[in-house]
């Protein structure tokens, strides 16, 4: 039955595999503000249906968007409970509904649960004039039905909690209506019912009352002072109705934003202008100024792009018979990246084995960045030369897995930096530190002083004409250094390994031992001992092609116009194991454009697996895993440079890394030409007097009627390429052209040096193909 960890490991496998890391819908709380601490809102045991002991064991708990800790995960019943109170207003100001978003974090296995809390407001602020005395001026020619906007008050509730009515103190020339501002909100005008007359009341005051819907009501007054005034006949008139404005959010305090003008066709005190804003909000108020003669508004406080995205400012300009003109100023702020992306690490593993499987789970962590737009899109990665990877797994959650085989004789400790680089101008980027260890497992070679078997002999003597002495013989072959190799103990017989052995450089030897008695004269007997050495998988594939040692690296040319399945390269490599250590298997790890290239498993072909378009990009980098099939498998990796053009005519537009190396390689490449050429034409000149010869040879030979073989072997070595890419054992064939018969017969000898020894009673088979190919 298999282990509890291996089962959690092919668990946790399948889990990202199906890709069940996240519930689908998230789950709605609700809580009113200013709860007490402790509060409870919901059991998590329940909404997931798991047991409250999985809370401990998987590592349950509570992550928020922006890591603060409003909710506490009780792990002994399940119980989410309130960790601190909660100001709707000052979480979320007057965005309605305020909501607060959090996941429920599961480990082994890893799985989220996402969630909503959502604040409810309460009755808890009053309505507020931002002036507490308003001073009008009105002229008493001012015709009935003139209106007067005014300020309206300020609530931080929002909802039914907030403004909803204004009244007037009765009064015999004003009404009151509400108004809808450009924001949205509904602000008070007061009306004029019946033409004022400045000699009998030149001045009077009037209370206007702001009420909220709460229950019960809070209010909040002001006091209008009204100044009568000689009559005026022209209002101030803006140049534009609409003024549109872009402020880059990191402007200084005192940085002019606008400046705006208007004209009065009055003269002396009634063309006297003065600007002022005009039932703003109260954040406007905070960060804007206006100069109430020359126009100029300026920032009186810093912009901030992820809180306030723009701004609309209600101006007027009102003459000297209190008689005004509107305006508007939508200001843009534009976004800066002036916030560096964030790293919180959730969960760290390490040490780690030596021995784990692929895509285990090293880290857990997440990312953030407060800008927006290409200033807040944020890359992730670390470096090219680990055995990790990074896998985005919900939202900006990433996990750190292992990718390639893991081996703490060679590396025992791995410093990985994090990175995450936002895409803004300038970019800024976060770095941060992680080392993991890798403990060791038991994978190595026998140790030295290892028993390897044992030798026994008997005597039916007695006494000490019986007790038997063992003894190694000196070997046949002077090159075997027995002595350093193997021991025998001199009483048991016990055989010993003195050495780590090394089935690369020695898969078997021969010994003699000889066991002698005490008697006088001793007595001896000999046998022969044969140590067969089984391979392990100690070394790791080779990649022949493309070289790796080279200066500069290999770049492999595909026209757009290649149809998919057109053969890029091939990785050929080679495993110094044997056996199924040395079967290679191949698969891409890293391509710059996932899903375009594809390499064959099973013998390295790279081959493109769709057909090409101009959105392509022209340079690509692929890299190609090769891993063997030992126990535990052992990799290595290789860069491709894979270079699309138009068509093999277009000149070859090198790499940039590329570029100098070629440039410098430029006298030697006259050189390899020339010398080239050379070749060739030796070449050339040795084959034709070679058929020349075989010609000759041939006439001769069907004179005589008998198939003559050739004078000596071909030397050399023959590479068998197997579908594993291991080179097998020398070979050598003796070629035959029997003539007289019409037919061409090759005849291809056995190996010199066969793989595998034959087993007894071997047959040597013969198949004839088509004109008489004989294979012996």
């Known amino acids: 039955m298999p282990s509890l960890p291996k089962i959690r490991q092919v668990l946790l496998f399948f889990v990202f595999l199906g890709g069940s890391l996240v519930c689908s819908e998230p789950w709605r709380y609700s809580v009113s503000e200013e709860m007490e601490i402790g509060s409870f809102i919901a059991n998590v ?26 909710l506490q995960l009780d792990q002994q019943t399940g119980n989410l409970l309130l960790n601190e109170q909660l100001d709707r207003e000052a979480l979320c100001h007057l965005t309605e509904p305020c909501i607060l978003h959090f ?17 409810n407001d309460i009755n808890d602020h009053t309505p ?7 001073l009008l001026k009105i002229s008493e020619g001012t015709a009935p039905g003139a209106s007067f906007p005014m300020d309206s008050a300020q609530d931080l509730d929002v909802g039914k909690n907030g403004v909803q009515n204004y009244t007037l103190s009765p009064n015999p020339y004003f009404h009151l209506k509400l108004q809808d501002s450009d924001d949205g909100r509904k602000y008070p005008e007061l009306f004029l019912d019946q033409s004022l007359d400045r000699e009998k009341e030149s001045e009077f005051t009037l209370i206007v009352t702001a009420l909220d819907g709460g229950s019960p009501s809070r209010s909040g007054t002001t006091l209008v002072r009204i100044l009568v005034f000689d009559i005026n006949d022209n209002a101030p008139e803006f140049e534009r109705s609409v003024y549109e404005v872009q402020v880059p959010e990191n402007s200084s305090l005192d940085s002019l934003v606008v400046r705006v003008s208007a004209t009065d066709l009055d003269a002396g005190i009634y063309g006297e202008l003065s600007y002022s804003f005009s039932h703003v909000s109260r954040d406007i108020r905070k960060t804007f100024e206006i100069h109430p003669i020359s126009g100029e508004i300026r920032l009186k406080a810093l912009l901030d792009f992820e809180l306030i995205q723009s701004f609309t400012i209600n101006i ?30 959730t969960s760290l593993t390490s040490p780690i084995p030596e021995n784990s499987s692929p895509e285990m789970v090293v880290a857990i962590f997440s990312v953030r960045d407060q800008d927006s ?19 985005p797994t919900f939202k900006n959650f990433y996990t750190l897995v292992a990718g390639l085989p893991l081996d703490r004789e060679s590396q025992a400790e791995y410093n990985i930096t994090i990175t995450v680089t936002d895409l803004g101008t300038p970019r800024l980027k976060t770095q941060h530190n992680i080392t993991v260890t890798v403990s060791d497992v038991n994978d190595n070679n026998n140790s030295p002083a290892l028993h390897i078997g044992s030798v026994s002999a008997t005597d039916r003597d007695s006494g000490a004409n019986a007790q038997v002495t063992y003894s190694l013989l000196p070997p046949a072959d002077p090159q075997l250094p027995l002595a350093s190799l193997v021991s025998i103990n001199a009483d048991n017989g016990q055989l010993f390994a003195l050495r780590s052995l090394d089935y690369e450089a020695l898969q078997a030897f021969e010994f003699g031992v000889r066991a002698a008695d005490r008697g006088s004269p001793a007595l001896s007997s000999q046998a022969r001992v044969r140590v067969l050495v089984l391979d392990d998988n100690d070394n790791a594939p080779f990649v022949l092609y493309p070289p790796q040692n080279g200066s500069a690296p290999c770049t492999e040319l595909v026209p757009r116009a290649a149809e998919a399945g057109y053969l890029v390269t091939k990785v050929v490599a080679v495993d110094g194991d044997s056996g199924q250590n040395a079967w290679l298997s191949y698969q891409l790890l890293k391509a710059t454009e996932p899903g375009l290239f594809g390499v064959w498993a099973h013998n390295g072909e790279v081959r493109t697996a769709r057909l090409l378009s101009e959105r392509d990009a022209v340079k690509h980098r692929l890299v190609v895993l090769v891993k063997d099939n030992g126990e535990p498998p052992r990799s290595a990796s290789v860069t491709l440079h894979v270079l699309l053009v138009d068509g093999f005519s277009q000149p070859y537009l090198p790499l940039p890394e590329v570029a100098a190396a070629e440039a410098r390689a430029d006298p030697l490449t006259v050189y390899l030409v020339v010398a080239l050429a050379s070749v060739s034409s030796l070449f050339l000149f040795s084959v034709l007097v070679f058929v020349a010869v075989r010609l000759c040879r041939r006439s001769r030979a069907a004179s005589a009627g008998r198939c003559s073989g050739p004078e000596g072997h071909f030397p050399g070595h023959l590479v068998d390429v197997s579908g594993a890419g291991t080179l097998s054992q020398s070979y050598q064939y003796e070629v035959c052209l029997r003539g007289g018969s019409g037919t061409s017969e090759f005849k291809f000898l056995k190996p010199a040096i066969p793989n595998v020894s034959p087993p007894e009673g071997k047959m040597e088979e013969s198949h004839t193909f088509l004109n008489g190919f004989e294979f012996i």
């Not at 996941?103 to 604040?119: D, G, H, K, M, Y």
């Not at 007027?316 to 964030?342: F, M």
């Not at 737009?373 to 896998?391: A, T, W």
Request: glycine share 8%; aromatic share 8%; with cysteine.
């Open 316 to 345: 007027q300009a009102t003459d000297g018979g209190s008689l005004s003109g509107k305006s508007a100023v939508l200001v843009q702020v534009v976004d800066v990246n002036d916030n560096p992306p964030e790293i919180v690490m």
């Open 103 to 119: 996941q429920v974090l599961f480990e082994n296995p890893l799985q989220f649960f996402r969630a909503e809390l959502w604040v």
């Open 45 to 70: 045991v329940k909404d997931t249906g798991l047991g409250v002991e999985d809370l401990v064991a998987r590592g349950a708990r509570v992550i928020f968007d922006d890591h603060k800790p409003y």
């Open 128 to 134: 507020a004039f931002l002036d507490k005395h308003i």
């Open 373 to 391: 737009g290409d200033n807040g899109r944020m890359v992730c990665s670390i470096q090219d030369d680990l055995p990790f990877l990074l896998k």
